[in-house]
């Protein structure tokens, strides 16, 4: 149990690879927090995580998110570990993406970091090994077509951490980024239903427009995000810091 009653919030927590991280820190013996939007969603996880409780807040929300780490803290005490997982990944040509779903997507995947680093922030300096993991993207280190707002936030995303693990470095802070490629969740079967509605392809071809970019030809589990993830909150991992980690089968950057 490497991570014994430390405090862990994971926004995003109720699907996919939040759920998946909240897991993998639960079985380490964190105490989890589940912060987002989708009550029922976030109920069915925390029913398989010992003793985790729910924080419901939309994380573009600024005082949304302060009161819901409020409660995280009155609930299990001070925040060790943040993962920063929520995230949106709307698809279009850069011509056609509206003023509104650019502002939306960089409230999601950019400002919603801002808010809850900034939340989680004092006891994170205080803990003797507060950990930030962001769950970025491949897109936050290299273009692909059709999703320019995505690509944007997730660059900054990956610069956020950056910047924080090089101003806090004389804490037991660290500061990270998980960079996964396409991975089997809502967000790719949503995107696979999208090429499906655009191009007349079908379900398989589809999925091949994405697993293409993998070398190894295949989604990523999220499971294995989690892992990668987990590595980098557990005490031992102190000196890894302002990192992006590819989970990506050896997708070329
Ligand atoms: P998902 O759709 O299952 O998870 C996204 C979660 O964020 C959902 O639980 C959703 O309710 C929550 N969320 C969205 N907007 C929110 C808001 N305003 N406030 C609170 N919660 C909000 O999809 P997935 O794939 O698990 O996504 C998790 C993260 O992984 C995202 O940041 C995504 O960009 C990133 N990612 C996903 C990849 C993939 O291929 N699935 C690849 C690379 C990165």
Redesign the pocket.
């Known amino acids: 149990m490497r991570l014994e009653g430390l405090h862990a919030v994971v926004?995003?927590?109720?699907?996919?690879?939040?759920?998946?991280i909240a897991q993998a820190l639960a079985r380490e013996g964190a105490r989890l927090t589940l912060?987002?939007?989708?009550r029922e969603?976030l109920d069915a996880i925390a029913a398989t995580l010992p003793g985790a409780c729910i924080a419901q807040?939309?994380?573009?929300?600024r005082a949304a998110v302060d009161a819901a780490f409020a409660s995280a803290r009155a609930a299990h005490g001070p925040i060790a570990i943040l993962v920063?997982?929520?995230?949106?990944?709307p698809s279009a040509p850069f011509a056609k993406v509206t003023a509104e779903a650019w502002r939306q997507t960089m409230?999601?995947?950019l400002d919603?970091l801002f808010h809850c680093c900034q939340a989680a922030l004092p006891d994170l300096i205080a803990a003797p090994s507060g950990r930030i993991v962001t769950?970025?993207?491949?897109?936050g280190v290299k273009g692909y077509g059709y999703t320019a707002p995505?690509v944007a936030s997730?660059h900054g995303a990956i610069g956020l951490m950056r910047a924080l693990a090089t101003e806090f470095a004389h804490t037991g802070l660290t500061a990270n980024a998980v960079?996964?490629?396409?991975?089997?969740?809502?967000?790719?079967g949503?995107?696979i239903a999208n090429i499906q509605a655009k191009t007349g392809r079908s379900a398989d071809e589809a999925r091949a427009q994405?697993t293409r970019f993998n070398p190894q030809g295949r989604?990523?589990d999220?499971a294995e995000?989690a892992e990668a993830a987990l590595w980098l909150c557990l005490p031992a991992s102190r000196s890894v810091t302002g990192q992006a980690i590819m989970v990506a089968g050896g997708e070329v950057m």
Request: net charge negative; proline share 4%; aromatic share 4%.
């Open positions: 926004t995003g927590g109720g699907s996919g690879i939040g759920a998946a912060v987002g939007r989708r969603a807040a939309d994380v573009t929300d920063n997982n929520a995230g949106i990944a409230a999601v995947n919603a769950v970025a993207s491949t897109a995505y997730k960079c996964p490629g396409f991975t089997d969740t809502d967000i790719v949503d995107a994405l989604l990523i999220p995000v």
